[in-house]
T-cell receptor, first 116, second 118 residues
């Protein structure tokens, strides 16, 4: 089955700096790669996702890049703010579309701390 | 946006009792819902996939007779932890896919249920 590795496990940055989190996946058939932010005691919240037919996607301060050949994808957060502090998870799945389901395999998570 | 709710948000029960957790999609229909378990400082682990009107598909190592899943309607799935033991204490999270939405890949997550078994 799919295996997703995520690094680093913890990341500490100063406010205004950039943060980068990297993930690798094992199954070349995976075609959907979401990133989630989880605050303490809450469920994960989707912050950005990318499909395998796209190499990069950006949404304001957040961007995700995908290298299908190397089977890795990364989350980039620019101009970090203290409220960005949370646990971030990457995930990968194979989706066929329509009513078919796609199981998500999560990375181990990264604890991001943004110091004021 | 798509909203998924869970009830209860937290529950404390005695060892040997059963606990039911509800997962509802509030503004969309979901033929497929997923149940995850998350231990402290760990990642989310998929327990089972719940399909409306059919039996759930359990991940390897998850006891189907202990974790009963029912998905009787397009907006409700339930997870019942039977004969709960302290090792079942965890954060249980559900997610749902908008089956007919434009972003069919996306899973919308509930807020989670904290289960503590004494």
């Amino acid at each position: 089955g799919e295996n997703v590795e995520q690094h680093p496990s913890t990341l500490s940055v100063q406010e205004g700096d950039s943060a980068v989190i990297k993930c690798t996946y094992s199954d070349s058939a995976s075609n959907y790669f979401p990133w989630y932010k989880q605050e303490l005691g809450k469920g994960p919240q989707l912050i950005i996702d990318i499909r395998s037919n796209v190499g990069e996607k950006k949404d304001q301060r957040i961007a995700v890049t995908l290298n299908k050949t190397a089977k890795h994808f990364s989350l980039h957060i620019t101009e970090t703010q203290p409220e960005d502090s949370a646990v971030y998870f990457c995930a990968a799945s194979i989706n066929a579309g329509g009513t078919s389901y796609g199981k998500l395999t999560f990375g181990q998570g990264t604890i991001l701390t943004v110091h004021p | 946006g798509a909203v998924v709710s869970q009830h209860p948000s937290w529950v404390i029960c005695k060892s040997g009792t059963s606990v039911k957790i509800e997962c509802r999609s509030l503004d969309f229909q979901a033929t497929t819902m997923f149940w995850y378990r998350q231990f402290p400082k760990q990642s989310l682990m998929l327990m089972a996939t719940s399909n409306e009107g059919s039996k759930a598909t359990y991940e390897q190592g998850v006891e189907k007779d202990k974790f009963l899943i029912n998905h009787a309607s397009l907006t409700l799935s339930t997870l019942t932890v039977t004969s709960a033991h302290p090792e079942d204490s965890s954060f249980y999270i559900c997610s749902a896919r908008d089956s007919w939405g434009s972003s069919y890949n996306e899973q919308f997550f509930g807020p989670g249920t904290r289960l503590t078994v004494l």
